[in-house]
């Protein structure tokens, strides 16, 4: 992972701050987003990727692109979380005064 990071930070950086820029804007794009069962089939399907990754079960070329695309996920999330709060912390709503 070490190897990963060293080498692919900047990569890892842009996915942070697409993540950051995208959480920013989620606040104000309300979507439909997934349904309930498709977000149950994501996160089964990132919960399986992950086993993969930590059991190393994946060899090469292939585990190498998986470890990456995990990391860049999950700096892609923390940015959104991150961009999200930002929003919501400094930029307030004030309810109209009746």
Not at 7 to 23: E, N, Q, R, T, V
Not at 69 to 74: E, F, Q, S, V
Not at 81 to 95: E, K, P
């Amino acid at each position: 992972m070490a190897y990963l990071i060293t080498f692919h930070w900047g990569w890892l950086a842009g996915g942070l701050l697409l993540g950051l820029a995208m959480g920013w804007i989620a606040v104000v794009q309300h979507g439909d987003g997934l349904s309930r069962a498709n977000m149950q089939r994501a996160a089964a399907l990132v919960v399986i990727l992950l086993a993969l990754a930590i059991a190393r079960l994946v060899p090469g070329r292939w585990g190498y692109w998986l470890d990456l695309g995990l990391l860049m996920l999950g700096a892609y999330l923390v940015g959104c979380v991150c961009g999200s709060w930002l929003r919501d912390r400094f930029i307030s709503r004030q309810a109209p005064i009746a």
